[in-house]
């Protein structure tokens, strides 16, 4: 099943912070986050994997709470550049294929 | 430069007629994919391949067809079988293996049916 995203959409003021959930009705082995622009290929942004690890990059980071199935991307200090649609993927058990969530549309505006 | 290429980026085709997306991915990896994204919505997964020859269905593989003759080039038909096949094709490469490696994504051909 597809994991669900939320919120489907944000819009933000640059420097505002913002938390994209990803959340699944399985148990989750990993969570991969993805970026894409219009009209532009998914732009990976890293994975998690079971374990509630947390990773970080640059100002964008994430967490991987397996308890409750969900991942979550934190967006700090937010750039213009960091407007898009944020996908992630999820992997139910080691090898199996990703499955994607509906995206989360974030808009970042002067 | 290492990277995945499609062809081409914009595609037409009438009714009844089959038509193949092409994909190149000169990184060496060892595993392809294709997804299909319609407007506003995730990717879904049509076919993959973990190795030369060998090929297996995702989510929605009906009305579409693949080979995996080379390593680096895994080819996508979609065949009038497909009722709805108007969106934007993805391909993807990784290293196969466990745990699931990072995806690399191709730029994408958008498919219109007329």
């Known amino acids: 099943q597809q994991p669900v995203q939320s919120p489907q959409a944000v819009i933000l003021r640059e420097g505002e912070d913002a938390v994209i959930n990803c959340s699944s009705s399985k148990a989750l082995y990993s969570v991969h986050w993805y970026r894409q622009k219009h009209g532009e290929a998914p732009v990976f942004l890293m994975i998690?994997?079971?374990?509630?690890e947390q990773k970080g990059h640059d100002k964008i980071s994430a967490s991987f709470n397996e308890k409750k199935q969900q991942s979550s991307l934190y967006l700090t200090a937010s750039q213009l550049s960091y407007s898009g649609t944020y996908f992630c993927?999820?992997?139910?058990?080691?090898?199996?294929?990703?499955?994607f969530g509906g995206g989360t549309r974030l808009m970042v505006k002067p | 430069d290492g990277g995945i290429t499609q062809s081409p980026k914009y595609l037409f085709r009438k009714e009844g007629q089959n038509v193949t997306l092409s994909c190149e991915q000169n990184?060496?990896?060892?595993?392809m994919y294709w997804y299909r994204q319609d407007p506003g919505q995730g990717l879904r997964l049509i076919y993959y391949s973990q190795i030369v020859n060998d090929f297996q269905k995702g989510d929605i593989a009906e009305g579409y067809s693949v080979s995996r003759e080379k390593k680096e080039s895994f080819p996508l038909t979609v065949t009038s079988a497909q009722k709805n096949p108007t969106a934007f094709y993805l391909c993807?490469?990784?290293?196969?293996?466990?745990?699931?490696?990072?995806?690399?994504f191709g730029p994408g051909t958008r498919l219109t049916v007329l």
């Open positions: 990184l060496n990896h060892d595993a």
């Open positions: 993807a490469s990784s290293w196969a293996g466990v745990p699931t490696d990072t995806q690399y």
């Open positions: 993927g999820t992997e139910w058990d080691a090898g199996n294929m990703l499955t």
């Open positions: 998690l994997l079971k374990g509630g």
